[in-house]
């Protein structure tokens, strides 16, 4: 049993270490804090003006209350015995603490509109930049570590914009008005308080390399954990299926510990910082005492000023801790921010030149130019193919897995562009084609539909949201979709679950085919299409794919017979190169590698 244990969190650990998540190692600078803040510049003219104002009446007022005690209320006031200024005092001290009350209620309500209008600003800002990311961005990473990117990290920024940035300004300033006027009570008491200050900066300077680090960490397990979670929810079938909750488990357990520990650790190292504060406070209170008691006795310095001292040190001490707090508030931003930059500097390998063509009518003809494509610069996907795809034309890709047939799809699309050569669509270079203008005349139909949350007209109405629900239910109708959509509960109204869960396979497809119908392309490919859908389904769509194909180009990457023989034109593919084509007929006569695959098929649906 220990043993089993043992394997098994070896295995956890081989799939924790090797995920391409990495630390980012950058050292901690002010220019990228400084590209963060720059999110506040659009309110940088009416709510940040606002804030800053109350923190200034804020900071005034405490600067002011000490001297008033000390200075005109012991030493003046108590003193010479005059009741009626000791009255006007009371009453200016009680008006202060009340103007710093309704300034702090502003503050705060302001900040915090301004925090959250940031964190929109952001996540609004990032999640548009993902979306316009080429499909090698989301080959690479998984669907957890992304959603963590736009979730956890930005709303670790909450606090830094809410509270962290003015807290920053309103300290420095404070800071800065309690040592002028510690100075200018007495410059001896201070210099001696003062003493501590270079012992507690180099102690603290020494822990923010690794505080920094620490907080990385726990972004990269917090991913981790995300992107394991998104996988075992989308794969729990096949998790059930193969009896591997206990596995599952186990690594869960694995990454959520690691997850825990790296949250400890850095909380320990940031729990370092307000001791060494108190610390600090201690030593130079006791200094305080020490030294201004001999002043006093010297007869140097009022009880009335020691009392205003005592008052300014002790403010002193609480925005130093503050100011720790603001810096690990930094630590923490920096590392999100370096996480949510990284994504924000990934440039698309597919983009739009600035002044792309913008394509009034497209008649679909496609021609592939020396075309030789790799996705990972190691394995050649298609090597050098030359291919003719005319107007109207069906043109169907057969051949074995990895034979290309998906890839020259995607190239069509430009999800992904050649490494050499060029492909044209009616005489244009794709690149040099608006890739909205181009994506607008495709439609691609997958072999696993993708089914949004909402109701079934919305998924139907996905390839054109300004059909109407006449539009809608004629699309279903010329695909064979309408009578098991009317029996629907609610029919075109019915509300789907994500990805379709209430749906049957068959019935996802049909929709899908709706949608692409409904979106009216000039080109439209289907990659194993249907794959997914019974024979009896199949029969019914044969006539519904002759509508959706008329007059325009379609690709089709099926191994069905029935949905490729009636191409125009079939491309047989193996190892990224073209080694047949032809129409059914003349590759049947050939007796090639596609009479191979035809009668392999046929031998295998009459074993069935």
Known sequence: MKNEKRMMNENVLKRFHYSTEQVIEKPFNWKQMLRLFSYMKPYRKTLLPLAILMVLI????????????????????????????????????????????????????????LGQSVIYDLRKHLFTHVQNLSHRFFDQRSAGSILVRIMNDINSLQELFTNGVINLLMDIILLIGIFAILFSLSPELTLAVMVILPIMFFISTSLRRNIRRSWQTVRLFQSKLNSHLNESIQGIRVTQAFTQEKENMSFFDGVNTETFESWRVASQKNAMFRPLVELTNAVGTAVLIWFGA???????????????????????????????????????????????????DEKPIVSEKKEALHLEEVKGHIEFKDVVFSYDEKRTALKGVNLEMKAGQTVALVGHTGSGKTTIANLISRFYDPTSGEILLDGHNLKDISLKDLRQRISVVLQETFIFSGTIADNIRFGNPFATDEEVQKAAEAIGAHSFIENLPNGYQTEVEERGNILSVGQRQLISFARALLADPRIIILDEATASIDTETEIKIQTALKTLLEGRTAVIIAHRLSTIREADNIIVLDHGEIIEQGNHEELMNLQGEYYQLIKAQFNMLNAV
């Open 58 to 113: 804020t900071t005034a007022v405490r600067l002011i209350i000490p001297i008033l005690i000390g200075v005109y209320v012991l030493d003046k006031a108590i003193v010479d015995k005059d009741t009626g200024l000791l009255t006007i005092l009371i009453a200016a001290i009680a008006g202060l603490y009340t103007l710093s009350y309704v300034a702090n209620f502003l503050r705060i309500r302001w900040m915090n509109q």
């Open 294 to 344: 001999s002043l006093i006795q010297n007869e140097t310095m009022t009880i009335g000023i020691f009392v205003s001292f005592a008052f300014y040190l002790g403010m002193f001490w609480e925005p130093i801790s503050r100011l720790g707090q603001v810096y690990n508030q930094l630590l923490m931003g920096m590392a999100s921010s370096e996480r949510i930059f990284e994504f924000l």
